[in-house]
């Protein structure tokens, strides 16, 4: 059976003006009973009758058709049921249910409709309201009781309710409407609604109380917006600031936010901070979080239309979150105002939705999180959570290294590093390899350089004591430099051994000769992360790429993703101090790296001894790289720092028991514990 929803809404009103236009957190009342409609399972078409052309058309914007609506018909004297008749006679298929939705009520829930609807299709009635219970004494004006006996009052729990009608919709079968011209006919049954739902407008004051209600009462949903702009005190803080004793001034902000931020920047939405202040705190914070800021505004609206003409971004897919009076301008500039539970309560009744949680406790991730979740899945770098909230995990997407998957939920990635340990020695090499492959690992590194190009003129005449005698440094690093035939020889031995194995390139020429090599991914080391033509060169190639980040900053850090890109990056957190004290390694650093960049981290370590690569696997390294070694006493710069093969066996057994042990996060009552439980539990009464 056909269901045909029809929502009258002329442009006339004489309590409201353009009433159906008037926004309630942000969505026009003709929209809000559209969408409403829309969303109802049993609904199968919605038309909007109207005389108004800017009711038309955010109408149409909505889902529905428009029917024309003729001035006879549009009167403050003409009936609902004459636009629902007018309708029928100008739909080509006459439906057998249809129902009248009014604009009045902001607040329709769908599923309300469709409980409704089914009372019809069933034939349990032919008419349903919407109605709210309730149990109130009403009087007439001469002081008579309408529904009781005033000298009888009965309590609340010995009386019938009765029900009032809220207005929000009337589902009928369209026989009968058409026979008895009115919306009550047959069978007549209620559509119970929260009293929340239950508001009509009719005053100026209705709507502002309805303006009130709507950031608690409407259900939160995906935010499908193009830009992002942000107040900053208050939003990305909670509008609080530390002052020293010599006047500076600190502010406290979620991290949480700086992983929203990066993956907006990374899905493609525009971003933008303004402020009214001119902080250095402000311009800090937006450094580090990538994202342009406007300070030492008097008008933002008018700079926000600037800027939205330049960027050429239309208003209406813009969210603007503020929190204060100075943000209302620009807040009814855009289709999503947004603002803070603790905002100026002028600025909660302007929006569209009020987020869940304050500025500078997560704020902006929530608002990331709801602009994500509208956007296609392709463009975001983490999957949704398995969860009806809407939120998105910061796990980011396993990068493909070979045949193997190195990300969370995938077993760690252990590479032993050569490095340059092998001393030129290519038996010494296959040792290695042999050391990697029997403690468990997936890769062997090396590190590869064009000598000419690496080795610093100044230092390349400086002489060296080796264990080949005295030599030049240039002749030192040719001496160790493996070039196609050793190469060649480890490539089928790592085959051989079912290992991945891989270089560090130190300048273009031997990316392009582990390009020849057809490695399964590159590395870049910490000293190269500021060398943008070999990063260039390296994101040509298109394979993955392991970016270790010691003596690095966040802002060269960010310029190096910048170049590489995310879809195929792990980073390595690494400190670049030989041997690592433990006082250095920052292991919170990968949390850091996890929230900014939105790709699989991992941990390259200097340390002697394993507790703190073993602490990184806690922390959420999804690859562990350590240089190794046959012997630390063994001539040459890496080896003191070098793990030996009985400690690099321990690394990857103690890993893989630390992934067992960290399990899935459910809590549940294991098998070994039903014995003790049944023994020593006691259940009182």
């Known amino acids: 059976m056909r269901v045909l929803a029809v929502v009258p809404a002329r442009g006339g009103s004489v309590g409201v003006p353009l009433k159906n236009l008037a926004a309630v957190g942000g969505t026009p009342l003709v929209a809000r009973a559209v969408r409403a409609c829309v969303r109802a399972e049993l609904v199968d078409e919605v038309v909007v009758s109207t005389d108004h052309e800017g009711i038309a058309e955010v109408a149409r914007a909505a889902g529905a058709t428009v029917i024309d609506r003729p001035g006879e018909l549009s009167g403050s004297t003409a009936s609902s049921e004459s636009a629902v008749l007018h309708a029928l006679d100008h739909v080509p298929d006459v439906p057998d249910v249809v129902i009248l939705v009014q604009c009045t009520s902001a607040f329709i829930d769908p599923a309300d409709l469709d409980g409704a609807i089914a009372k019809v299709l069933d034939g349990s009635a032919d008419v349903v309201f919407s109605g709210l219970e309730t149990h109130e004494f009403l009087w007439d004006a001469a002081g008579a009781g309408v529904n009781h006996d005033p000298s009888y009052r009965p309590r609340r729990q010995d009386r019938e309710p009765h029900f009032r009608e809220t207005g929000a919709f009337y589902v009928m079968r369209t026989e009968g409407l058409r026979e008895h011209g009115h919306r009550f006919f047959g069978s007549v049954a209620v559509q119970q609604v929260p009293s929340r739902h239950a508001i009509e407008i009719d005053t100026p004051e209705d709507l502002e109380i309805v303006?009130?209600?709507?950031?608690?009462?409407?259900?939160?949903?995906?935010?499908?917006?193009?830009?992002?702009?942000?107040?900053?005190?208050?939003?990305?803080?909670?509008?609080?600031?530390?002052?020293?004793?010599?006047?500076?001034e600190t502010v406290a902000v979620s991290r949480s936010d700086g992983m929203g931020i990066s993956l907006l920047r990374r899905s493609g939405v525009k971003l933008m901070i303004m402020s009214t202040e001119h902080n250095p705190v402000v311009a800090a914070r937006a450094r580090k979080l990538g994202v342009p800021v406007l300070q030492g505004l008097t008008d933002k609206r008018t700079v926000l239309r600037d800027w939205l003409a330049i960027e050429g971004i239309d208003p209406a897919?813009?969210?603007?979150?503020?929190?204060?009076?100075?943000?209302?301008?620009?807040?009814?500039?855009?289709?999503?105002?947004?603002?803070?539970?603790?905002?100026?309560?002028?600025?909660?009744?302007?929006?569209?939705?009020?987020?869940?949680?304050?500025?500078?406790?997560?704020?902006?991730?929530?608002?990331?999180?709801?602009?994500?979740?509208?956007?296609?899945?392709?463009?975001?770098?983490?999957?949704?959570?398995?969860?009806?909230?809407?939120?998105?995990?910061?796990?980011?997407?396993?990068?493909?290294?070979?045949?193997?998957?190195?990300?969370?939920?995938?077993?760690?990635?252990?590479?032993?590093?050569?490095?340059?340990?092998?001393?030129?020695?290519?038996?010494?090499?296959?040792?290695?390899?042999?050391?990697?492959?029997?403690?468990?690992?997936?890769?062997?590194?090396?590190?590869?350089?064009?000598?000419?190009?690496?080795?610093?003129l100044e230092q390349r005449d400086q002489i060296r004591q080796t264990p080949w005698?005295?030599?030049?440094?240039?002749?030192?690093?040719?001496?160790?430099?493996?070039?196609?035939?050793?190469?060649?020889?480890?490539?089928?031995?790592?085959?051989?051994?079912?290992?991945?194995?891989?270089?560090?390139?130190?300048?273009?020429?031997?990316?392009?000769?582990?390009?020849?090599?057809?490695?399964?991914?590159?590395?870049?080391?910490?000293?190269?992360?500021?060398?943008?033509?070999?990063?260039?060169?390296?994101?040509?190639?298109?394979?993955?790429?392991?970016?270790?980040?010691?003596?690095?900053?966040?802002?060269?850090?960010?310029?190096?993703?910048?170049?590489?890109?995310?879809?195929?990056?792990?980073?390595?957190?690494?400190?670049?101090?030989?041997?690592?004290p433990p006082e250095e390694a920052n292991l919170r650093a990968i949390i850091t790296l996890q929230e900014r960049y939105g790709v699989p981290v991992g941990y390259s370590g200097h340390e002697r001894g394993l507790q703190i690569s073993l602490a990184a696997v806690t922390l959420g390294a999804v690859t562990v790289e350590r240089h190794i070694t046959l012997d630390r006493t063994m001539w040459g710069s890496d080896h003191a720092a070098s793990l030996e093969p009985a400690g690099l066996e321990h690394l990857v057994r103690d890993i893989r028991i630390i992934e067992t042990a960290l399990g899935d996060g459910v809590k549940r009552v294991f098998p070994g514990e039903e014995a003790p439980k049944s023994r020593l539990r006691r259940v009182t009464v």
């Open 211 to 248: 303006r009130a209600l709507a950031p608690f009462v409407d259900e939160p949903e995906p935010i499908d917006v193009d830009a992002v702009i942000t107040d900053f005190d208050g939003v990305h803080t909670d509008d609080r600031a530390y002052v020293d004793q010599d006047g500076r």
């Open 317 to 456: 897919r813009v969210a603007y979150v503020g929190n204060d009076v100075n943000d209302l301008g620009p807040m009814s500039d855009v289709g999503w105002p947004v603002t803070v539970p603790d905002a100026h309560p002028r600025v909660r009744a302007a929006a569209r939705t009020v987020l869940t949680r304050p500025g500078g406790a997560g704020a902006v991730r929530e608002l990331c999180d709801r602009v994500l979740a509208a956007r296609p899945v392709d463009e975001v770098a983490v999957a949704p959570a398995p969860r009806a909230e809407l939120r998105l995990t910061p796990t980011a997407r396993p990068v493909q290294i070979g045949d193997a998957l190195v990300g969370a939920g995938q077993p760690v990635y252990v590479i032993g590093e050569i490095g340059i340990n092998h001393n030129g020695d290519l038996d010494i090499a296959r040792r290695l390899i042999d050391v990697a492959a029997e403690a468990g690992c997936q890769a062997v590194k090396f590190q590869k350089r064009t000598p000419e190009i690496c080795v610093p």
């Open 469 to 580: 005698g005295e030599m030049t440094y240039m002749e030192y690093k040719i001496r160790t430099e493996f070039g196609l035939d050793e190469y060649t020889q480890i490539a089928k031995y790592c085959q051989e051994r079912g290992l991945h194995w891989f270089a560090s390139p130190w300048d273009v020429p031997s990316v392009e000769f582990l390009e020849s090599m057809n490695v399964v991914t590159h590395k870049v080391a910490s000293a190269s992360v500021t060398d943008l033509e070999l990063l260039r060169a390296l994101a040509a190639t298109g394979k993955p790429i392991i970016l270790s980040t010691g003596m690095s900053t966040l802002e060269e850090i960010d310029r190096a993703v910048e170049i590489i890109g995310t879809s195929k990056l792990v980073l390595m957190h690494a400190t670049s101090t030989y041997p690592l």
